[in-house]
């Protein structure tokens, strides 16, 4: 089987996490990666970084596939713009699933979004564009997950959760069944949000309070 090429943007260590996540899938060939231009021609576990942003277009069009593979934790701004610049060149960002994840066949995933190893989505969630789903994250039913969104590490959103585009959950953080968090919302690691969080903001601890 012809296997589709596959450019990763961004060389940090969220892009090794992804690499080893793309090659268990199997489904595309690594061509390169994009990165900072005092990076050219060094490799990230055995793939050479090819290009900067400004390549980008022309790299387009040679209907290659893309993965922005720049971590996110304080903020996703630079996932959001590489997104958009890239979705305005009609350029295609396939989805990414661990086989070492389980994703129900009643769940709904859009493009660009990346599931890790170990993490396990239920029936009926629904995540957003280019959202991380990172390792051992539970994702139970009916959870609804916005675009631009990362569920860190061995995060627990139980059933009918809802968590706005543009957020961040830290490792190991609980949401309460039924919880809704707005756009923009962060949640430090280990916390529990136990009830909605209505304003955009930084949360910490059990339960979740605002980090003022």
């Known amino acids: 089987m012809n296997k589709s090429e596959i450019i990763l943007i961004g060389g940090g260590g969220h892009c090794k996490s992804c690499i080893d996540v793309i090659e268990a899938e199997d489904k595309y060939v690594i061509k390169g ?9 060094k490799k990230i576990l055995g793939h050479e970084i090819i290009g900067v942003d400004e390549d980008l277009k022309d790299l387009v069009s040679n209907n290659r596939y893309f993965l922005i593979t720049v971590g996110q934790i304080k903020s996703n701004e630079l ?7 890239l979705k305005n060149l009609n350029a295609k960002m396939p989805i990414i699933i661990s086989p070492e994840a389980y994703v129900s066949k009643h769940a709904l995933i859009e493009d660009g979004t990346i ?11 629904s995540i957003g564009t280019n959202s991380i789903i ?10 609804v997950i916005g675009s631009h969104t990362h569920i860190s590490t061995g995060a627990i959103l139980n059933g009918n959760v809802r968590v706005g585009n543009s957020c961040f959950i830290g490792s190991g953080t609980i949401l309460k069944n039924g919880v809704n968090l707005v756009d923009n919302v962060v949640l430090g ?17 059990v339960p979740a309070k605002k980090n003022k």
């Open 189 to 205: 690691s280990a916390s529990y949000a136990a009830k909605d969080i209505l304003e955009r903001g930084t949360y910490i601890g």
């Open 115 to 125: 599931i890790m190893h170990d993490a396990i989505i239920n029936s009926e969630a």
């Open 33 to 41: 990666i994009i990165d900072r231009t005092e990076n050219l021609g």
């Open 79 to 85: 996932r959001v713009k590489l997104f958009n610049y």
């Open 134 to 143: 990172n390792s051992k994250s539970l994702i139970e039913h009916d959870v």
